[in-house]
């Protein structure tokens, strides 16, 4: 199996690399960008289960408190 987990802020939170990055976009005088947000993604595969993967993610990629994950199966 392989899976995709995207790894993000929860609302509200300091996005710090995201506000680097819109700085950086208005500092090259590029107009129209109203927010930019920074997450990661992580693909994981092998011959491991969606409850493994949850696992994973709870205890490794994400701290529940401060981020949220979306994990999707593909192929």
Do not use: F, H
Not at 14 to 28: C, E, P, Y
């Amino acid at each position: 199996m392989k899976y995709e987990i995207e790894v993000w802020s929860k609302p509200g939170v300091t996005d710090a690399a995201g506000d680097s990055v819109k700085k950086g976009i208005q500092d090259l005088n590029v107009k129209g960008v109203d927010s930019v947000k920074a997450g990661q993604v992580y693909i994981i595969s092998g011959k491991i289960t969606r409850k493994d993967v949850e696992k994973i993610c709870s205890g490794l990629l994400s701290n529940n408190v401060v981020q949220t994950y979306k994990i999707k199966q593909v192929k």
